[in-house]
């Protein structure tokens, strides 16, 4: 079955500190990816998302990712995390099936010491 | 503006009873989706549906039910078998043509069951 795995349920760094978030996806199709984010009491919004070309792409709020086919993955990196980046963030794949079929994971939250 | 419009907010109903959670979008996507957010398991899909009278089932489609007779409206109804409903719902869709198209989000219905 297709399923996308975070590997972090629960995350505490210092400002300043760099982040990574750990995205794997099991499906052996073409995917698109997408990295979401969850502010406290706001909806869920991108980050950022490949879909083609090169594999490593920025996103908003100074967030990057890289997708390695091989591995499966679509790890999200920042080098520099500041206090207002204290949110939920979930790796999403969307499978063309016939239709496009988008799975999420469990979801990361974030907590930034300030 | 354009958005995603779920009613109501919050939602009560007795146990053994069937409950309709509305779904009604503006910005003319094709696809929409049905996501249910539990703590600690991310989003997990119910039904999607690519065009107007198709839909498919996610990976936890018992005990739900969809229709799709508008292109605006996807309401997911809750019927009794399914055994524990009570949960956080969204609503997302997307445009349609491509899979890389981001989704965008309702506010979510919280439904509690008596």
């Known amino acids: 079955a297709q399923s996308v795995s975070q590997h972090n349920h629960h995350v505490i760094l210092s400002e300043a500190a760099s982040l990574e978030l750990g995205c794997n996806y099991s499906?052996?199709?073409?995917?698109?990816l997408f990295w979401y984010v969850q502010y406290p009491g706001q909806h869920l919004q991108l980050l950022l998302k490949y879909f083609s070309g090169d594999p490593l792409v920025k996103g908003i709020k100074g967030f990057e990712a890289e997708f390695i086919k091989s591995k499966f993955s679509f790890n999200l990196r920042k080098p520099s995390v500041q206090w207002s980046d204290t949110a939920e963030y979930f790796c999403a794949v969307t499978l063309n099936t016939g239709g496009f079929k988008t799975i999420f994971g469990a979801g990361t939250r974030l907590f930034v010491k300030a | 503006d354009g958005g995603i419009t779920q009613s109501p907010k919050y939602l009560f109903r007795k146990e053994g009873q069937n409950v309709t959670l509305s779904c009604e979008q503006n910005l003319n996507h094709d696809a929409m989706y049905w996501y249910r957010q539990d703590p600690g398991q991310g989003l997990r899909l119910i039904y999607y549906s690519q065009i107007v009278n198709d839909f498919q089932k996610g990976d936890i489609a018992e005990g739900y039910s969809v229709s799709r007779e508008k292109k605006e409206s996807f309401p997911l109804t809750v019927t009794s078998a399914q055994k524990n409903p009570t949960a956080f719902y969204l609503c997302?869709?997307?445009?349609?043509?491509?899979?890389?198209?981001?989704?965008?989000f309702g506010d979510g219905t919280r439904l509690s069951i008596l």
């Open positions: 997302a869709s997307r445009t349609g043509a491509y899979g890389n198209q981001p989704q965008h």
């Open positions: 499906y052996g199709g073409t995917v698109n």
